[in-house]
T-cell receptor, first 113, second 111 residues
């Protein structure tokens, strides 16, 4: 599999439920970011977690990072219909020397009202 | 908050035509990038640019693509002789040396 695989690929939940998305990566990282993208639109930065951090919160978002397992999860609590979007993780590639980002395949979240 | 600006937001071009996508990175950033996202797929790295030259490029970035920083503020991606499969969202990003800040993208439609 490639750097930045996410699961599930698609997730459908009822409004008010929690949504959990996972991201796995292969190489060492300095930081990992989560982005949201509404269909056909730009990337909205949600949260950044650095390699020396294990958990971060921002409003209804909670991100965890397990560098030993090379994985991260994004939890959206009390979901709303407006949370319907695709969610991507992106990792930097410190060994490349260029600070490029490698994106995951994304999870398409649908929140039903 | 400083932002990366991309123009145009949407461009439609005929197959075989040349297009130039424009970006204004954050002023004190040193690294510049282009990424591509085909509809329904993930965002893919195309090229990075540092110190007025390409520092890394992906397999996607073939001879039909070129990048330029023509002045102190703009960063452009040129696609020569566009193909239907070049239709995608193109994102510009810049960084000081770490965190990438992304522009809102240019949707390129090749007809």
């Amino acid at each position: 599999s490639q750097q930045g695989e996410e699961d599930p690929q698609a997730l459908s939940i009822q409004e008010g439920e929690n949504a959990t998305m996972n991201c796995s990566y292969k190489t060492s990282i300095n930081n990992l970011q989560w982005y949201r993208q509404n269909s056909g639109r730009g990337l909205v930065h949600l949260i950044l977690i650095r390699s020396n951090e294990r958990e971060k919160h921002s409003g209804r978002l909670r991100v965890t990072l397990d560098t030993s397992k090379k994985s991260s999860s994004l939890l959206i609590t009390a979901s709303r219909a407006a949370d319907t979007a695709s969610y991507f993780c992106a990792t930097d590639a410190p060994t490349s020397g260029t600070y490029k980002y490698i994106f995951g395949t994304g999870t398409r979240l649908k929140v039903l009202a | 908050e400083p932002e990366v600006t991309q123009t145009p937001s949407h461009q439609v071009t005929q197959m075989g035509q040349e297009v130039i996508l424009r970006c204004v990175p954050i002023s004190n950033h040193l690294y510049f990038y282009w990424y591509r996202q085909i509809l329904g797929q993930k965002v893919e790295f195309l090229v990075s640019f540092y110190n007025n030259e390409i520092s890394e490029k992906s397999e996607i970035f073939d001879d039909q693509f070129s990048v330029e920083r023509p002045d102190g503020s703009n960063f452009t991606l040129k696609i020569r002789s566009t193909k239907l499969e070049d239709s995608a969202m193109y994102f510009c990003a810049s960084s000081f040396g770490g965190l990438n800040t992304f522009g809102s993208g240019t949707r390129l439609t090749v007809v």
